[in-house]
């Protein structure tokens, strides 16, 4: 033990990769979770293929979760792994690029052999030559099936129930390489697994091991131990999914409006887990409606706010396109309703688990006739909780729908969220018509604000029809008058702008008197951050502009974009929001884009702020 | 009920103030009227009551009615009136449609919301006609027929909507004639009684673009001969001398003549509209002219547990069992730390 040297790191990045059946995704979120409770910032992304069980050992089939802790803030999961764990030479093989300079590759010796190095498409039986890397990496060999099927003798499973521990096993490994106690995370998989004492007691016993194996053989590497943050403000925290997050942002909504909350949806990645998440929660009185299609979906969440409720819909770019005519209907008819759209690539099925911006010009424009609906973006896993909460406040107190963008990298990424209490958040109340209201005309709205007045089936005194055809201003009665259609387009219209009065100013981060200002909306808030800071603590002058509200813009939009000599608009697509922000503050504004399925790295936008400082 | 109950409502307690647009002599007119009169004889106020529709020239309706009224998009008025009911059980949910709006574009929602038996009225008018596309043909219009879109008679095979229902599992059906408004209301009302989703085909005529494609049923001098009204527990009798019974003959229907070869009304078939096993009325509701009479008044009407009483039974039974009962208990029962 002695002959070990520990390394104080600020920050690192672990990636765990194998087979989609080989537990990585638990294996990463047991590891970033115990991390957090020892008192460091976390961000975590989990890469997976859209096929369930991929041939075994197939480039396909790979499966990954990065997960980066740090000792002060970080925005993101890191961009190179200073340490990769490769459970099969498929899952080198594809993260190979990943790995920094000087990093550490842990993999299982066992699936090195022959047959995985073909079916990997590996052509020589040194898969680290082939891949360039033996010298620029220190590696790690450990016989992780052998050795679990040591570990598991005696217990009366068979051996594919053995083998499935082999990713504890990793875990152990990588507790002992960062100086962490397994005790949390054997806590985390007593919490798991305590329902199934046979699993527990074996995934005890593996990770045990693997962690005394590092101990014990002396390994010739570095350990590492990364201090507790100091940064963050002191209280209770958990680590949330940012669908997790949308879901109990939407139930804090209903609380704090004093409705019940119903939702409408139709499985479809990687927006599901808001479903799921809701349909646990029926202790809360939520209502979740599996529909028999994306239509559907929207349309029962729509005649339920028509009945009364906080109505939401969740989904993804595909079923965004079919909830079009639906989301139409609910700015026709002047109802409350959030729409959650949970990015991937496209067009069409395009990549259903990878990450993507690219439905912003959808949700501002994806509808016939003037439309106009409020679309808002999040920008970290756990403020999907804040948006989808700010989403229903909007929604319910200005009659309206909402689109709020997130995506596959915070739906499934993790972040630390600082848990609320529900008196700490904002007061919502919805436009509901009054007593002395009675007889009301379906078209009656608050003049100044413009926001109809919501009646409720139910209530005597207020029966009003209601419908997807123009109705008169003033009567409420259908109309075709042509003079008329420009009022009510007008007033829509109106009502959606009045709501900037509402939503906080745009901040400018990182240096005020910046040569460049680098402009992004929701989840690559990280990516920007973390590269303005570093070209900052470089010398450079360069600032940051970060929307979260879209449609309407914060009134200082264009005070803000004129401030600046140079603004690069970045984002993940072809530059949609520099389409948008060109119609709404005309001027010259670069684009940084990319469409790849993946978010920024921190490495390619300070390369590109650097040229546009040259 | 006590039948001696004095009637709370009456059919102009339901009538908006909205001027009604359709074609003179449409078969609608004679529906939304059966619909006022069984809408008063319910007896819920017009509060409580919520009209639903798609598009459609029937889909209009709701416009019509004094309650609660969403007059939504074409083919989504199942999964709106869904929405509704299940958010608020207490009101009494009907939802309005056509053959093009139910059967064709929303065809999934109508099976869907059937098989989930949800606590909705639906009133499918059936003139086997688009009427506000102005003529083109529907999922049951008759094969052949010559059309705007089918300028050389159909080629399509028509739905039936009893089997329709019946194959998604329905608990209610019934079907009505537009001009024969007393088994209408009775139908109608014991659609709205039902819990559970109630289907009800109404054959109507759309004077302009279809005109008479029900007139082999609707002529008044033929029209008891070639129509047979079931109602629960009796006889299957019709004829304009209410003469010819239904029976069976092995498995298939059969009629017969009261007083013919021996025929007595014991011989006549009794109609049980409460039975699970569906074989039979399925087999009432498909009958044809002219070798059979139409089939109209509740044809199915079996009680299951509904949806939205399943939604709100299992949201109770958890709510007794979590210990998670605030927003607060949620967020203190997620792993969590102090930093």
């Known amino acids: 033990m002695s002959n070990i040297k520990t390394t104080e790191l600020e920050n690192v990045v672990v990636r765990f990769t194998g087979d989609s059946g080989d537990g990585m995704q ?25 096929e369930i069980r991929a041939p075994q050992g197939t480039l396909g089939g790979v499966s990954g ?36 300079k000087g990093g550490v590759l842990i993999f299982d010796e066992d699936s090195f052999k022959k047959s995985d190095f073909e079916k990997a498409g590996f052509k020589t039986e040194n898969p680290f030559e082939e891949l360039n890397i033996s010298d620029t990496i220190q590696l790690i060999p450990a016989a992780l099936s052998t050795l679990t099927q040591s570990s598991l003798e005696g217990f009366d499973m068979d051996n594919k129930t053995v083998l499935r521990s082999k990713n504890m096993f990793a875990l152990g ?12 995370a054997i806590h985390f998989l007593t919490n798991k697994f305590g329902k199934k004492p046979s699993v527990l007691q074996a995934n005890v016993k593996v990770l045990t091991d693997g962690f005394n194996y590092g101990n014990n053989l002396h390994l010739s590497v570095s350990t590492y131990t990364i201090e507790k943050s100091h940064e963050l403000p ?6 949330i999914s940012g669908n997790k997050a949308a879901a109990w942002g939407l139930i804090a909504a209903s609380k704090k409006a004093g409705l019940e909350l119903f939702l409408g949806s139709y499985p479809i990645t990687p927006a599901t887990d808001i479903m799921q998440e809701l349909a646990l929660r029926k202790d809360l009185g939520v209502k979740v409606v599996q529909a028999e299609d994306e239509i559907a979906g929207i349309t029962i969440a729509l005649g339920a706010s028509f009945a009364g409720q906080l109505a939401a819909t969740s989904t993804s770019g595909p079923g965004l396109a079919l909830k079009s005519e639906a989301i139409g209907l609910a ?47 999040a920008n970290t896993p756990a403020d999907c909780f804040h948006y989808a909460f700010m989403a229903s406040k909007i929604a319910l107190e200005h009659m309206t729908p909402v689109i709020l963008l997130t995506d596959s990298y915070l739906g499934n990424g993790t972040s630390l969220w600082k848990l609320p209490k529900l008196n700490e958040l904002p007061e919502i109340k919805p436009n509901f018509a009054k007593p002395g209201m009675e007889g009301l005309r379906v078209t009656a709205r608050d003049e100044v604000s413009k926001v109809r007045y919501w009646t409720i089936p139910g209530i005597k005194g207020f029966e009003q029809r209601n419908g997807g055809l123009e109705k008169d201003y003033s009567t409420g009665a259908l109309s075709t008058d042509p003079v008329n259609h420009q009022k009510m387009v007008d007033t829509r219209n109106e009502k959606i702008e009045y709501i900037n009065n509402f939503i906080p100013e745009l901040k400018v981060e990182g240096n005020e008197k910046a040569e460049l200002l680098v402009v992004g909306w929701g989840s690559t808030h990280g990516h920007l951050m973390t590269a303005v800071n570093a070209m900052n603590k470089k010398g450079n002058k360069i600032a940051l502009a970060h929307f979260n509200y879209i449609n309407p813009l914060p009134k200082n939009t264009e005070e803000v974009i004129k401030r600046f000599k140079k603004v690069v608009v970045c984002e993940l697509n072809s530059g949609q929001f520099a389409t948008y922000l060109r119609s709404k503050v005309p ?10 399925g993946q978010p920024f790295t921190v490495t390619e936008l300070e390369e590109h702020f650097e040229g546009l400082l040259k | 009920m006590d039948t001696s109950t004095i009637q709370q409502y009456t059919a102009k307690d339901f009538k908006s103030d909205q001027y009604v647009r359709w074609c003179p002599g449409c078969g609608d007119y004679a529906v939304l009227n059966t619909l006022q009169k069984v809408m008063a004889e319910l007896g819920v106020p017009p509060h409580e009551t919520a009209v639903i529709s798609g598009i459609g020239c029937s889909s209009r309706l709701p416009y019509y009615i004094s309650g609660y009224g969403f007059h939504s998009i074409h083919g989504r008025g199942a999964a709106v009136a869904t929405g509704v009911k299940v958010a608020n059980p207490k009101l009494t949910v009907w939802q309005i449609t056509g053959d093009g709006d139910c059967l064709a574009i929303g065809g999934n929602h109508f099976i869907h919301s059937v098989r989930r038996n949800v606590d909705i009225n639906v009133i499918l008018f059936n003139n086997q006609i688009y009427g506000l596309t102005k003529g083109q043909y529907s999922p049951t219009t008759k094969k052949g027929y ?29 079907r009505t004639l537009d001009v024969d408004l007393k088994s209408a209301q009775m139908t109608i009302l014991a659609a709205a009684k039902h819990k559970g989703t109630s289907v009800v085909e109404t054959l109507v005529n759309c004077v302009i673009f279809n005109d008479g494609a029900h007139n082999w049923l609707s002529e008044k001098e033929t029209r008891y001969d070639r129509l047979v009204i079931l109602e629960h527990g009796k006889p299957m009798i019709f004829g304009k001398n209410n003469d010819k019974g239904l029976a069976l003959d092995g498995m298939q229907l059969k009629i017969v003549t009261l007083g013919e070869n021996g025929v007595t009304e014991n011989d006549v078939l009794i109609h049980d509209a409460h039975c699970e096993d569906s074989t039979l009325q399925l087999k009432l509701a ?4 002219p070798e059979f009479p139409i089939a109209v008044g509740v044809i199915r009407d079996v009680e299951t547990e509904s949806y939205d009483e399943a939604m709100t039974n299992q949201i109770a039974e958890i709510q007794a069992k979590s210990k998670i009962k605030t927003f607060d208990d949620l967020i203190d029962s997620c792993e969590q730390w102090e930093m």
């Not at chain 1, 498929?90 to 790995?99: F, M, Q, R, S, W």
């Not at chain 1, 002191?234 to 680590?239: C, F, L």
């Not at chain 2, 739905?159 to 229902?165: I, S, W």
């Open chain 1, 65 to 100: 979760f990065q997960v980066h802790l740090g000792a002060s803030k970080i925005y993101t999961p890191g961009d190179e792994a200073d340490v990769l764990v490769a459970m099969n030479p498929a899952a080198l093989k594809v993260n190979a690029d990943g790995i920094k």
């Open chain 1, 173 to 184: 490994l990588i507790c002992w390489l960062f100086n962490r106690p397994i005790d949390q």
């Open chain 1, 587 to 596: 001027g010259e504004y670069l684009q940084f884009n990319k469409v790849q």
């Open chain 2, 146 to 174: 010559v059309t705007k879109s089918s300028p050389f008679g159909t080629i399509e095979r028509p739905f039936r909507p009893a089997e329709l229902t019946f194959g998604a599992r329905g608990t209610f059906f019934g």
């Open chain 1, 234 to 239: 002191k209280g209770k925290y958990t680590s």
């Open chain 1, 26 to 50: 638990l294996t990463g979120t047991l590891f970033s979770n115990l991390s957090a409770i020892l008192g460091n910032e976390i961000s975590t992304f989990p890469d997976f293929p859209s």
């Open chain 2, 286 to 289: 498909m009958m044809e002219g």
């Open chain 1, 331 to 377: 700015v026709m008819a002047e109802l409350p309703l959030v729409i959650i759209d949970v990015m991937r690539g496209g067009p069409s099925t395009g990549l259903p688990t990878k990450t993507e911006q690219t439905d912003l010009l959808q949700a501002l424009y994806g509808r016939n006739g003037e439309s106009p609906a409020v679309v808002i973006a």
